[in-house]
Structures are given as structure tokens and as C-alpha cells.
């Protein structure tokens, strides 16, 4: 699973060349062409339009404001984890538990702003958010530790965390964060003090503007920083890098927390807004695929961002399609995942043809 992480990730790469993307960006897209493809012979099996299928998609996805709000509003947390593991990924640090951090940000968070409802909201919005990082950073610490001093396998340890994570958090709702007026296994709703801003009048809220900003801060980061310097060198060779001085193992502790914290950042943002409760579930398998966001997104904050618009874009297509046209959710899923397969496929072909 390392080599073929490594592969896909195309470690080593340099800075972002737009000239080297546009020669790159030609096969992913034949990928995603070919996918479209194989999913229009599925459609027809289902009884259905392959076209009026695909218009349908776009539509859900692009056709209207509130469609388009939608797209934006699931983007945010793949966008931010997607990030957070661009920064791991960069530095051949296995984070493969973005999604148990993502939780244990939304509790640690949640306990916040369910303390200090009648606190203003200047106080508990800062607290709270940072409550939400620093969950996902014990967490993803706990599985460095777990990594770095017990030499336990980092994608195990934090596949595994995930699962207790997960569990967790449907513990604490189910049980001592429930509201006691409530009939359902689930927090009372978070007072209007803990939750960020919305902005236009739209659903869109405070967190689509974080994430937008932390591509620019992790490009800075990662590409005019001297830190940025050490992950992408050890990430390239880690031998190498400890030659030239660079402290290797505290630079893999860097990356981990700093994924972990952004996937706690997100699971606060997102059960602060869209949610405005703790609850058993709280996720949408957003950690696991935000993995696939950051390797479609080639490591880099902007491909990211890209690559996190279009995955929540065919989300919310494949969702219309099941409402709009009863096609079975599985047709639907099968689409996305030729669609990703295909891509990724692509890029590693064109990256093999680059490197010969």
C-alpha cells in the first residue's frame, strides 16, 4: 500500500509548473472521459437516458445557486482534510486517519460550545475552533506516538484510531452529551454564539472562506518556508534529508499533527454549521475520501481545491440521479469510482511516459 501511495502521490515533484500541468492534465482527462464513457453503458442497464442521466448530474451539481451552494459547502471539509494530507503525503507520512481526527475535533469542539452557550460569541467562536484543532492534533499525536516510539505501522495505528474515534463520538452523543429534552441520541443544538457566521445570506458560512484561505497558506508553507523545504526532503529521501541535517523524525511529527489538526478544524467547522449539533453521525466518509482528493489534487493546495469541487460535485450529481431518476445509488457510486480510478490512472500513466 506505501509503494502504491508513493506512486500516486508522484513524490519528489517540484514546485508547480502550469506549463508541465497542462502536458500532464491531458491523459486524466482521457481518464475521466473514458469513465464517463463506461458509465453510459451502465445508465441504459438501469432503464434509464444516458444523456438526460448525465444532465441531470450537472444540473444537481452546477444548475442553480443552491446547487452550486451545496457543491461548495460539501467541498469544505474535503478541501481542508485534503490539505492536511497534502502536507503528510508530501512528507511520505501514511495518514490514513484523517477521518477518527475529523471526529475527535468535532467532540473536543462541540464540548466547547456546549459549555459556553451564554459566553459572547468572541470568546467561544476562537475557543471552539481551536478546541476542534486541538483534538485532531492529540489525536493524530497519539498516533505518531504510537508510530515513532512503540514502532507500531503509521497505517495501521492510524486506520485503526479511526474506528475508536468514530465510536467514540457516538458514545459521547448517544449517552453523556445528550440533551436530556431530546428524543433522539444527540447533543442539544449549539447556540447561535458557537456557530460561524453565514455569508450573503446563503448557507454558504465562515468555513468556505477558511479553506479557501488555507490553500494560499499551505502553498506559502509548503513552497517559501524553510519547514516546507524539510517535508517535501524528507519526503523525497529521508536519508538524504537526515545527511543534510535536516532532524527527520521532528519533521514527521510536524506533518502528522499538522494533518491531524486540520481534519479537526474541519470536523468542528462542519458540526458547527451544516449540523449545529453533535450526533452519531457526522461524516459522510469524508476522511477517507479526502484522501482521494489530495491524490487527485497531485499534493497541491490549488490542484486540491480543484480536485475537492469535483469530488463533492459528483457527489451531489450522483445524489440527483437517485432522486430525480431513481437510478439505483450503486450505478451512481460505480460512476464515481471509474471516474476516480480512470483519473488517477491517467496521471500515473502520463507521469511514467514524463519520466522516461
Known sequence: MQGWLSRSAG????????????????????????????GALLIPLAGHNPFLAYGVMLQGAFGSQRSLTETALRATPLLIMGLGLTIAFRCKVWNIGAEGQYHLGALAGAVVALNMAEQPAWLVLPLMLLAGIAGGLLWSGLAGWLHLKRGMNLIIVTLMLNY????????????????????????????????????????????????????????????????????????????????????????IWIALLISGALAGLAGIIEVSTTITRLKGTISDHYGFSAILVALLGQLQPLGVLVAAFLFSALNIGAEALQVRMQIPAAVAQVIQALVVLLVLAGDALARNQGNR
Not at 502536458?23 to 472521459?33: I, T, V
Not at 490553500?215 to 543534510?244: D, E, K
Open 11 to 38: 513524490l519528489g515533484k517540484g514546485e508547480p509548473d502550469f506549463g508541465s500541468w497542462r502536458s500532464l492534465l491531458g491523459l486524466p482527462l482521457l481518464g475521466a472521459g473514458v469513465a464517463l464513457l463506461l
Open 164 to 251: 475508536i474515534g468514530i465510536l467514540w463520538v457516538r458514545y459521547m452523543a448517544r449517552s453523556p452529551l445528550r440533551d436530556p429534552r431530546g428524543f433522539l441520541p444527540e447533543s442539544a443544538q449549539f447556540a447561535a454564539v458557537a456557530r460561524l457566521p453565514r455569508l450573503l445570506d446563503t448557507r454558504l458560512h465562515l468555513g468556505v472562506v477558511v479553506a479557501v484561505l488555507l490553500v494560499g497558506i499551505l502553498y506559502v508553507l509548503l513552497w517559501r518556508t524553510p519547514l516546507g523545504f524539510q517535508l517535501r526532503a524528507v519526503g523525497s529521501r529521508a536519508s538524504v534529508a537526515r545527511t543534510m541535517g535536516i532532524p527527520v523524525e521532528r519533521t
